[in-house]
């Protein structure tokens, strides 16, 4: 099976994830955002080749997000005892600069002795997507942009400080 077989019938099918998968880049597509890249009054469309792969470039909508979140920490996706492998960091000790712990394919935001957040983000030419879960709150916060410009960073920024109350 190609990789967006194994992802489409274990993964996306299961979850319900209709909208959800490694399609072609169409620009023709009116439910696809075009991917904008540049300065505000001089957009233009961002190439990002003909279909997403391991790499990136999945294209999802919030709706089947918010249902890999729920089927995540809801023990559908990996089991409970394997998310809390995943979130605990395997960075701590390494060498080098300041690192941000890290688990296993989740970034890790820490307080105290707990993980606050967990999750990941994507970016590229065109695009900025950013997928985080706050196990205190039962809060998921799902930011997509087909721009990439600093808004985003702001807009994820000051969103992660009103559920956690840093504000």
Known sequence: ???????????????????????????????????????????????????????????????????FARGLVGGRVVSDSMLAEMTTSRTEGLPGPQRLPYGYGFELETGGDAVRSFGHGGIAQGVNFTFRYFPGSDCTLLVFSNQDNGAFDDLRRNATKLITGER
């Open 1 to 67: 099976m190609s990789y967006d077989e194994v992802l489409t019938r274990r993964l996306f099918a299961p979850l319900g994830m209709r909208d959800t998968g490694l399609f072609r880049f169409d620009d023709r597509d009116s439910l696809q955002a075009s991917s904008l890249t540049g300065k505000p009054l001089a957009w233009r469309v961002a190439d990002h080749g003909v279909r997403g792969s391991s790499a990136g470039g999945c294209l999802s909508t919030l709706a089947d997000m918010l249902r």
